[in-house]
């Protein structure tokens, strides 16, 4: 009795084994079936290629190359209609330039509209369940949330995986130009990228001499644990190309940082003394400010910029969350910040 | 009762205490019990196929039962298709088979231990196998997934001799195996969450090591793990008689002709295949392995021929599930399906104590 149950045992774990065998090796066929398909939309747009090469001389060729931030080239024949965007900076860039995406992350909150979307998920793990719901054309991936490996996965979607990375105010027209022309919309990229790019000439043209120039700490996080943002971060690159000097040098990423950042405490704070401090608070707008809870501190009280009123809480989301064409609020917002005699 | 000191029973009151006593065990003495036991096994596949048709019909994306029928047929195409067949069912089979092998890794432990506290967490084997998969993703970030396995199987391989190494001591006793365990398990752990925090990792990849996740696991994955799974589960049901002499105890083992150390190592050694590559596919997934062997020696008794499947089909049923929970119940965002193990492992653990005593 008890070995025929045995038996019913093995028999079941082994039929389950044949089972996972049938369903890879059905898997394997399904990959080799989805290879075709895939072969048919590159033929499509070769021949669509090849029908603008033949009619040349009647109308300019519409395929154009674009090149993503791992170096991978795309070519775009028409502008895709159906986008999703990975990350909020892409959310943001889409809605300048005037072609809004097809669904957005769950953190994406700006501008007012992209909040009706259709979320995904956190950017970080974004559900595939829902991107593929969305049955997507083209994807805009941000590389400081999506790595390599889910960069891999997305692409098994099966439609082109465009990867953008917003670290400072170049990469941010660059995107801006880049995604507009995508889209087909190759003016509005332009006329949001001069606008950014004119704000940034404006302030340089007055800035004041070499030793008037602030040196300025950018501290990011919360009382507790905080990040200095570094020249190779997005605010950090924002507060050079005004001109101000950072108080932290470049230096190697320190470990448990993300890219452009290293972790610092109060006491390494203390010995710089810098002349101004931009603090952003990230632990969400219900948190007290991260400004108000050092403010108890004896050692952050002593700090030159503390004593001449040169701390300045500046917004997370533009500067941190959601780098992007928001920098230009950014840009009006720090030119009085860090040359209050102008 | 019958035992009870009576110097001189008379013959007639000692039958009579003799035959109540048989009455009182057995009211019919001539019909046999019915051995319930292979109905357990079959309710289990039933529980663990049920788990698994819910795990594929059910997710972030509501999609009509008769479009899933559909796309397990291959009929339809396009996003529909693409959810159930790339998505769901990849990673519905792949919970299965991570709960298998932690199920059965567990109740292996137990019994070579002899002690219900034992599970693949406790004795190092968990934290083995992650310490080298974080290690070597740590030294090179693109490490192939394929590779993982391997590495983990030696982790837990590696965490499994030390624990023995520090539990000798002329023979290993079960009690100094599971202090020396935990002493082993913490000590790893140390090192892979440091590893982790000064790795480039995102929080949430931290995060499905720590707490477990199965986020984006597809077909490949599933292939990696089906033939640790296969080879894991015939070496556990072809060892399940061993297990039940190993469980009388040491003396009655070795008298019984078992080579009770070398079993132990063997015992031990296949927890650590399955206990591995569990983890490098699925992180460390607790409660699994310490909550599954005991539900099934409550079902079927501690019999390692039915204990062993029905833990094994238990364990993938319980990890689809929670698996199910974590990707939907805070969708579109996902658990670390870790702590839905935990959240439904750890009541029902503490009902079963509270039920024994």
Redesign the interface.
């Known amino acids: 009795?008890?070995?025929?149950?045995?038996r019913?045992?093995?028999a079941?774990?082994v039929v389950a084994?044949l089972l996972?065998?049938a369903?890879?090796g059905?898997?394997s066929a399904?990959t080799d079936k989805a290879t075709p398909a895939a072969g048919v939309a590159t033929t499509a747009a070769g021949a669509q290629t090849a029908a603008a090469a033949t009619s040349s001389a009647t109308r300019p060729a519409q395929t154009r190359t674009f090149t993503d931030d791992s170096g991978k080239s795309f070519t775009v024949a028409t502008p895709p209609k159906r986008v999703v965007a990975l990350s909020p900076s892409v959310v943001e860039i889409m809605y300048a330039v005037g072609a809004p995406p097809l669904a957005r992350p769950?953190s994406a909150n700006f501008p007012e509209q992209a909040k009706s979307l259709p979320?995904?998920?956190?950017s970080?793990?974004?559900?595939?369940?829902?991107i593929?719901?969305?049955?997507p054309d083209f994807l805009i991936a941000d590389a400081q949330?999506q790595?390599?490996?889910?960069v891999t996965?997305l692409q098994?979607?099966?439609v082109p995986v465009f990867v953008i990375r917003v670290q400072s105010v170049e990469d941010v027209t660059k995107y801006l130009r880049t995604v507009g022309a995508i889209m087909g919309k190759t003016e509005e990229g332009d006329r949001a990228a001069k606008e950014i790019e004119g704000k940034i000439q404006a302030a340089q043209a007055k800035l004041p001499a070499e030793n008037q120039r602030p040196r300025v700490f950018i501290l990011v996080g919360t009382a507790d644990a905080f990040f200095a943002a570094k020249p190779n971060s997005f605010s950090g690159d924002v507060i050079a190309r005004l001109g101000a000097k950072n108080a932290v040098g470049p230096g190697p990423d320190s470990?448990?940082a993300p890219a452009g950042f290293s972790t610092f405490s109060l006491e390494k704070l203390i010995e710089l003394d810098p002349d101004v401090v931009l603090v952003v608070s990230v632990a969400g707008p219900n948190a007290p400010p991260t400004s108000r809870q050092l403010a108890g501190n004896p050692a952050w009280a002593g700090l030159r910029a503390v004593k001449g009123g040169r701390v300045h809480e500046v917004p997370a989301d533009e500067l941190v969350q959601s780098a992007g064409p928001r920098v230009g609020a950014v840009i009006d917002q720090f030119v009085p910040i860090l040359y209050p005699n102008r | 009762m019958s035992d009870a000191p009576s110097p001189q029973p008379s013959p007639a009151r000692g039958e009579g205490a003799h035959s109540a006593d048989r009455s009182s065990f057995s009211p019919l003495p001539l019909t046999r019990r019915l051995?319930r036991?292979?109905l357990v096994?079959?309710g289990a596949?039933v529980l663990l196929g049920a788990t698994m048709v819910a795990g594929i019909a059910l997710?972030?994306?509501r999609v009509p039962l008769a479009d899933v029928w559909a796309a397990l047929l291959?009929e339809h195409e396009?996003?529909r298709r693409?959810?159930v067949?790339?998505?769901?069912?990849?990673r519905v089979?792949l919970a299965a088979?991570v709960g298998m092998n932690l199920a059965v890794a567990g109740t292996v432990l137990q019994a070579v231990t002899r002690n219900p506290l034992a599970d693949p967490h406790l004795l190092g084997l968990s934290a083995g196998g992650a310490l080298l998969a974080v290690l070597a993703l740590h030294l090179d970030p693109?490490t192939a997934v394929g590779n993982l396995p391997p590495l983990a199987f030696l982790g837990s391989l590696l965490g499994a001799a030390l624990v023995y190494l520090l539990a000798w001591r002329g023979g290993v006793s079960p009690t100094r195996l599971l202090l020396a365990g935990v002493a082993v398990a913490a000590l790893f752990g140390a090192f892979t969450t440091g590893l982790l925090?000064?790795?480039t990792?995102?929080?949430?990849?931290i995060m499905s090591w720590l707490a477990g996740g199965l986020?984006?696991r597809?077909?490949p994955y599933?292939?990696i793990l089906?033939p640790y799974w296969?080879v894991g589960?015939?070496a556990a049901?072809l060892l399940?008689r061993r297990l039940d002499v190993l469980a009388l105890g040491d003396e009655p083992a070795s008298v019984l002709g078992v080579r009770v150390q070398r079993l132990r190592a063997v015992l031990t050694g296949l927890a650590a295949l399955l206990t591995g590559s569990a983890v490098a596919v699925a992180g460390l997934i607790g409660f699994v392995g310490l909550v599954v062997p005991h539900v099934a020696r409550m079902l079927v008794g501690s019999?390692h021929?039915?204990a062993?499947?029905?833990a094994?089909?238990l364990g993938g049923a319980l990890l689809v599930l929670s698996d199910l929970i974590a990707?939907t119940v805070a969708?579109?965002?996902?658990l670390p399906v870790g702590i839905v193990t935990a959240a439904i492992g750890a009541p029902f653990f503490i009902y079963l104590l509270r039920r024994r005593t």
């Open positions: 009795m008890s070995t025929w149950g045995a019913i045992g093995l079941g774990i084994g996972f065998g369903a890879c059905a898997d399904a769950s979320a995904i998920g956190s970080y793990q974004p559900s595939f369940e829902q593929a719901a969305q049955t949330l790595g390599p490996q889910t996965e098994k979607l099966g470990a448990g | 051995d036991r292979p096994l079959l596949l997710g972030s994306v291959g396009g996003a693409f959810i067949w790339n998505l769901r069912l990849p089979l088979l693109a925090l000064v790795s990792l995102t929080i949430q990849a986020y984006a597809s077909w599933v292939r089906a296969g589960m015939l049901l399940a019999g021929r039915y062993l499947p029905v094994a089909l990707r969708s579109p965002r996902e």
